[in-house]
Antibody
C-alpha cells in the first residue's frame, strides 16, 4: 500500500528551527517528484517546495532561503528543514507524492495525513 | 503567478442534488494542467481530477471535470452523504497555485 507518514511537527518559538520527516512506503521517493504543501489554520492550501526525481529543488517565495527540502534514499524518506521560523509558518504540513506529466509540471496524487507546526512564543 | 478564484464560496445542497463548482484562472492554464481535490475536516486532501477532466484512481464517476483556458468546472452529478466537504482546484501549468476552496454543505 502506498503511504506517507509525516513526523516532526510541534511548538517552536519564532526564529527557531524544525525538521519535518515524511516516511514513504509502497513506492520509491527518489523515483518521484515529492512536494510539501501547508495549510494554515482555517485557510486553504499553499505549495511550499518540491524535489524532482533528478534532485532539483524549488521553493515558494515565502520560504525561499529559510526552508530546505531533501531526501534520504536509503531511508526512503523526504525532509523539510525549516529555519528562521515565523508565526506565519504556523500550519499543517503535508508531504505529497507528485506525478510529473512533463518536466516542471506535476500534480499531487498521494498525500500524508500531515504534521502540525505551531510557531509561537 | 496564476490566481485561481473558486465560486461559490459555499454551496448548500441536499443529497441527490447536482453540484457545480467553478474555478477561474487569472490567465490561461497551459495544457489544461488543472486538478481538483476534496478535503474533509481533519483529513488530507484527496486527488479527484487531473488534466482538467481525468478521474484519479478509485474516484466514482459521479465526479467529472471540464473546462480549458481560464474556466474550469467540477460537477458532482448526484451528491452522496460522503461528498460534503471542501473542494480545491490547483493549477500546475505555471508553478503551483491553489484556489481558495468551495465548501459543499448539507442544506
Amino acid at each position: 500500500e502506498v503511504q506517507l507518514v509525516e513526523t516532526g511537527g510541534g511548538l517552536i518559538q519564532p526564529g527557531g528551527s524544525l525538521r519535518l520527516s515524511c516516511a514513504a512506503s509502497g513506492f520509491t521517493v527518489s523515483s518521484n517528484y515529492m512536494s510539501w504543501v501547508r495549510q494554515a489554520p482555517g485557510k486553504g492550501l499553499e505549495w511550499v517546495s518540491v524535489i524532482y526525481s533528478g534532485g532539483s529543488t524549488y521553493y515558494a517565495d515565502s520560504v525561499k532561503g529559510r526552508f530546505t527540502i531533501s531526501r534520504d534514499n536509503s531511508k526512503n524518506t523526504l525532509y523539510l528543514q525549516m529555519n528562521s521560523l515565523r508565526a506565519e509558518d504556523t500550519a499543517v504540513y503535508y508531504c505529497a507524492r507528485s506525478v510529473s506529466v512533463a518536466e516542471y509540471y506535476y500534480y499531487m496524487d498521494v498525500w500524508g495525513k500531515g504534521t502540525t507546526v505551531t510557531v509561537s512564543s | 503567478e496564476i490566481v485561481l478564484t473558486q465560486s461559490p464560496g459555499t454551496l448548500s445542497l441536499s443529497p441527490g442534488e447536482r453540484a457545480t463548482l467553478s474555478c477561474r484562472a487569472s490567465q490561461s492554464v497551459s495544457s489544461s494542467y488543472l486538478a481538483w481535490y476534496q478535503q474533509k475536516p481533519g483529513q488530507a486532501p484527496r486527488l479527484l481530477i487531473y488534466g482538467a477532466s481525468s478521474r484519479a484512481t478509485g474516484i466514482p464517476d459521479r465526479f467529472s471535470g471540464s473546462g480549458s483556458g481560464t474556466d474550469f468546472t467540477l460537477t458532482i452529478s448526484r451528491l452522496e452523504p460522503e461528498d460534503f466537504a471542501v473542494y480545491y482546484c490547483q493549477q500546475y501549468g505555471s508553478s503551483i497555485t491553489f484556489g481558495g476552496g468551495t465548501k459543499v454543505e448539507i442544506k
